[in-house]
């Protein structure tokens, strides 16, 4: 039984200006759980992940992670985002370094991670996402599901104890978001705690061991994957649920 909190938030707000973003959030996330966080585009799933790995600071609640309330005025967030690591719809590697170097960039730098160290770890990586031969390569000779599992490569090196991926897969042409989600889910079966946001419904339903739905800001509705998909309790994630079939 995981019953370690790596995640918990509690009532958590977030505006742009005028605009409320996150209204109230409250979520725990135990280890080892994958959490799909869905709803429609503008619902505040981005901003809720962002706020989670502190590239946006939020406007009241709290954020504990691994039991510890995060202040961002006097924590370190670099030490967090060690833990908490972050896959982007757009991959973000650098263009002038190979694979390896993209990979072991992080870890060396600001980990301090010896680098005869890294390359190894980097290389076990990069055979684990089935990109053993491409470590010499520049990402511009990759497709981009290539690409996105360097990404993902590149965030495991960290050694985070949570992974957060935010639609990894929408940028990519149809025929290459099978090799992703057949990593992310790889992943998770190593007990990797996950919160992932995706379009990808059937990947959720065999995947996530919960599912999160947000709509204008709020969670609407959040269950188990056969309970939510089977029998949503509210109105507006019955409507969601139509909407994306
Ligand atoms: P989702 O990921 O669910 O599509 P987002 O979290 O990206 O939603 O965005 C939620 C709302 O916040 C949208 O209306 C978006 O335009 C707005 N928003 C997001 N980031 C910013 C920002 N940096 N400045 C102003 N508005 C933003
Ligand atoms: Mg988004």
Request: aromatic fraction near 6%; charge should be negative.
């Amino acid at each position: 039984m995981d019953t370690k909190e790596m995640i918990k938030v509690n009532q958590l707000n977030k505006s742009f200006g005028d605009l409320h973003v996150l209204k109230n959030i409250d979520m725990t996330v135990f280890e080892s759980d994958v959490v799909c966080l869905i709803g429609a585009s503008g619902s505040g799933k981005s901003t809720l992940l962002r706020c989670l790995n502190f590239l946006e600071k939020k406007d009241s609640g709290n954020i504990i992670i691994e039991g510890n309330e995060v202040d961002p005025a006097t924590d370190n967030l670099n030490k967090i985002r060690e833990k908490v690591g972050m896959v982007f719809q757009h991959f973000n590697l650098f263009p002038h370094k190979t694979v390896l170097e993209n990979i072991i960039e992080a870890p060396i730098m600001v980990k301090g991670v010896d680098k005869k160290e890294a390359i190894s770890k980097a290389r076990q990586l990069l055979d684990k996402v089935g990109l053993e031969d491409k470590s010499d390569v520049y990402p511009s000779k990759l497709s981009g599901g290539q690409k996105q599992r360097v990404a993902i490569a590149r965030a495991l090196a960290m050694e985070p104890d949570i992974m957060l991926f935010d639609e990894p897969t929408s940028a990519l042409d149809p025929e290459l978001v099978g090799e992703v989600l057949a990593t992310m889910k790889e992943l998770a079966q190593d007990g990797m705690t996950m919160v992932v946001v995706t379009h990808e419904m059937e990947f959720a339903r065999e995947v996530a061991d919960w599912i999160v739905y947000m709509n204008d800001g709020k969670i609407i509705e959040r269950g188990k994957p056969e309970q939510f998909f089977n029998h949503p309790k509210e109105e507006r994630t019955q409507e969601f649920l139509k909407s994306t079939t």
